[in-house]
């Protein structure tokens, strides 16, 4: 996927210019981004990208033309087409509970509003929560209050909560499962976690990079597996492997596939399933996602294949 807001690049990001300039200038943005990934896509056959669009989470003003960006041509294009829409950089949002005067934007209140539209459009929906903020955030973005989110960027505090909790009923998988339960989360989530940012931001602070939630809901999982408890397994969130923003965090995925294996201590298995969560979350249809497993899956047998000859 490819993640953008095209606001931040617009030459009236940061004026007070009137909505009709921020909608020309981001739908110019967004042009230019998607032509520019459609030819990477010719020069590198069998890559495929699609969209998601960032709404900023200070920036409700930016709110109704990214909405109608996405919900409109965007999402229509035959190729790196929008299929999702996001909030990010800050949870200010979820705090914000004010109805709005007439004629005013309120932040809280206007991001919700514009991401249950794109919801109900049939867009998908995923928010960052849980970083910076509590875990009752990531709550929030799963109700219908935001348009139902069933990804959630990064989501730290959540996972801390639900181990720490757990842990007083023996931190088993059925108690992990059971903890996020308690704290108002319902299973089908998948997090999308990011190990470098998480780091620099501070939004997981751990001393140890093997506790880290990626490593712990895939411990679980394991557990749960290996004790035939198909049930927990099942019930837990998914967690997925992503670099964030490589530009800030000069980190590419596969810098943090290999942080994963040595500073985390996951084996192959662990990075195939993070694989197969990814692929589980995708934005896509139902036959979208069977041809990306197909896809995934002759791949991985094509490096399993290579590796072991090397190996040999």
């Not at 967004?30 to 990208?49: D, F, K, N, Q, S």
């Not at 960052?128 to 959630?152: K, L």
């Not at 597996?225 to 998914?238: F, I, M, N, V």
Request: proline share 4%; hydrophobic share 40%.
């Amino acid at each position: 996927k490819a993640t953008t807001s095209p606001s931040l690049r617009m030459s009236s990001s940061c004026s007070s210019e009137p909505l009709p300039t921020l909608a020309e200038d981001s739908k110019a943005v967004v042009a230019a981004v998607t032509r520019g990934l459609r030819r990477g896509c010719e020069h590198h056959p069998g890559i495929e990208i699609n969209q998601i669009l960032c709404f900023m989470d200070s920036r409700p003003h930016w709110a109704s033309s990214l909405a109608d960006l996405a919900m409109g041509e965007g999402r229509m294009a035959s190729l790196c087409r929008i299929v999702a829409v996001d909030v990010a950089a800050g949870e200010a949002h979820f705090a914000e509970h004010a109805k709005p005067a007439a004629g005013e934007l309120r932040n809280g209140f206007t991001h919700r509003s514009f991401m249950c539209k794109c919801g109900a459009s049939g867009l998908g929906v995923t928010v960052h929560a849980g970083e910076s903020g509590p875990t009752a955030n990531v709550e929030a973005a799963m109700s219908d209050a935001y348009g139902r989110a069933r990804r959630i960027g990064h989501g730290y505090a959540a996972v801390a909560d639900a181990v720490c909790t757990a842990a007083n009923d023996g931190g088993s998988p059925a108690a992990v499962v059971s903890a996020f339960k308690g704290l108002g989360i319902p299973e089908g989530l998948t997090f999308e976690c990011c190990p470098t940012s998480s780091r620099a931001t501070g939004g997981w602070t751990g001393a140890d990079w093997a506790t880290h939630p990626i490593a712990a809901l895939l411990r679980l999982r394991t557990q749960a597996e290996q004790s035939r408890d198909h049930t927990s397994a099942g019930a837990l969130p998914r967690v997925t492997l992503s670099s964030d923003d490589p530009s800030v965090f000069s980190s590419s995925l596969t810098e943090e596939c290999r942080l994963a294996v040595d500073a985390m201590g996951l084996d192959e298995a662990a990075l195939r399933q993070l694989m197969l969560n990814a692929v589980g979350a995708a934005f896509l249809d139902a036959d979208g996602k069977v041809q990306l497993r197909k896809r995934f899956d002759a791949a991985w047998s094509k490096w399993a294949a290579c590796r072991e000859s090397r190996e040999s």
